[in-house]
């Protein structure tokens, strides 16, 4: 077996981890035994929460949520010298929203686990084949737009930069020697 991360192959079956890059290579024979699928999910373990019991939960939040807006809402009117309006409404809202969505969790939603959860999401990614990976399929790119090189002095880098500042001063010297 390969290192996936370096590919060093394995010394030995007694080692756990690469002996070049230090990967961990505890998991990576099961995975590889099983096809991809990681041994340690049970598919058949049921977990989550139901409707009802989130429903129950959110109503519960609601309610309890009554105990610290109400008190902070009566503050702020009592700062602002307003009628106790906001108060009222947010006390009368909350508390019997709250209870309200209690109810409806108890008495119209379900008590079974959704068949379509995250486990099974999880299970339809892992099983599903995977496409193979593959180059690009090629592209075909004519020959008649480039051209050869223009005949001349193709390799004069004189109009380039000069690298330093006495290179342009050397040239000079160079032109009146040959004169």
Known sequence: MFCPNCGQERISTETSFC?????????????IQTGGINPQVNTNAVKGTTPRKRGLKQGLFIFLLTFLVVPIVSIFTIAINAEPFAVAICAITLFVGGLLRMAYALMFESNDVEVGSVGSDINQLITRQRTAAALPPQHSIPVQPYMNPVAGNWRDTNDLQPASVTDGTTKLLEKDEIN
Do not use: H, I, P, V
């Not at 002996?19 to 995975?31: D, K, Y």
């Open 19 to 31: 002996s070049r890059c230090g990967f961990l290579l505890t998991g990576t024979a099961e995975l």
